[in-house]
């Protein structure tokens, strides 16, 4: 089925100003006019991002939704689609965002927006554990998109998550997927849009 609703969701420290976003953005605008897009600006807990998604979906259609989510995003994309039953797209997602993010406690630059601050409270790793969810229900509803070259996440760690999933495995690449343009058209295929 095609979606008709399509949620973006963004790393940490990011915002619906990074590269893939807007990439995705501008394609669903010229060529998919009819899909909703929304891609909101997550706050820095964990608990109030997901409150502040399910708060937002909470109409949207289960069976022609999607939602794509890179690194952190990967996270609370697999958590949206654990819930709704949805199909998800997962770009480089975050497997163990408690651990990893633990060294980030204290006060942090957005990427986008260096002037731009905020405080990654000690509370929120808690809120991080709190999200991860067990097996997937349904394996066939992911795509994950994996660069071996990935600076920041063990891309080992998150095939071996994402293992029962179609997955897309890059030799080298980035964590940023800087080459976003060249996977757009196998992720838009496995949502269903063109």
Not at 127 to 153: F, M, Q, S, T, W
Request: glycine share 8%; hydrophobic share 40%.
């Amino acid at each position: 089925m095609t979606p008709t609703h399509l949620l973006y969701l963004h790393g940490f420290r990011s915002s619906p100003q990074s590269f893939k976003a807007r990439t995705m953005a501008q394609h669903i605008a010229t060529h998919c006019p009819n899909v909703q897009w929304w891609c909101p600006q997550l706050p820095p807990s964990p608990r109030e991002a997901m409150q502040q998604v399910m708060q937002g979906i909470q109409d949207w259609p289960r069976d022609s939704m999607a939602v794509v989510g890179s690194s952190l995003g990967g996270l609370y994309a697999t958590s949206v689609a654990e819930q709704r039953g949805c199909k998800a797209v997962l770009l480089n997602p975050a497997v163990n965002p408690a651990r990893d993010l633990a060294k980030y406690i204290g006060e942090q630059a957005s990427w986008h927006n260096p002037e731009e601050r905020f405080f990654f409270q000690p509370g929120f790793v808690q809120e991080l554990r709190d999200l991860v969810c067990g097996d997937l229900a349904h394996p066939g509803n992911y795509l994950a998109v994996i660069a071996k070259g990935d600076e920041v996440l063990d891309w080992r760690e998150m095939q071996a998550r994402y293992a029962q999933a179609q997955v897309r495995l890059l030799d080298g690449g980035d964590h940023a997927l800087s080459d976003f343009e060249v996977h757009l058209p196998a992720v838009l295929a496995f949502l269903g849009l063109h």
